[in-house]
């Protein structure tokens, strides 16, 4: 069984923190769907991640391609294509109980100087909460991220 792990951003930018949770999550060995309910914003991620990462080549890919279950990240607006084990949910993509059992993570980042992206996340942990789906709640506010929460 997995959990849900939440990201308060308050310090750095998404594609700067989601390239260190790739990276991290590469390193586990698992495949990665990033999930987001825009294509248009994806797209713009999917550049961020091709000239973001110096130290390194991540490997991605937009679904929608003939290659989608090679990708070891799949950039998607619905479920993975790519036999992810872990789901990273941006712009208050919708994640549900259940892919948090079936997934070995499910990671929520969200902004914190946006008040509606805060209102969702909310939402989105009391949900999962509610549900009995294992749950931690990250903040990076001290200029490290510190886990301050957990059910």
Not at 115 to 134: E, H, I, N
Request: include cysteine.
């Amino acid at each position: 069984m997995g959990a849900a792990y939440f990201y308060h951003l308050t310090r750095r930018p998404l594609e700067d923190t989601l390239i260190m949770l790739l990276g991290k999550s590469l390193q586990a060995g698992w495949r990665v769907a990033v999930r987001g309910p825009d294509v248009a914003r994806l797209g713009w991620l999917d550049e961020k991640l091709w000239l973001g990462v110096d130290e390194g080549f991540l490997p991605h890919g937009m679904a929608g391609g003939p290659h989608d279950a090679d990708q070891p990240v799949l950039l998607t607006t619905g479920p993975a294509a790519n036999g992810a084990t872990c789901v990273m949910s941006i712009d208050g993509a919708e994640v549900t109980a259940d892919e948090v059992a079936q997934l070995d993570r499910v990671c929520v980042l969200f902004d914190g100087n946006d008040p509606a992206a805060l209102d969702v996340a909310r939402a989105q942990w009391k949900a999962l909460k509610d549900a009995g789906a294992s749950a931690q709640y990250w903040s990076e506010e001290s200029g490290r991220w510190e886990k301050k929460a957990e059910t």
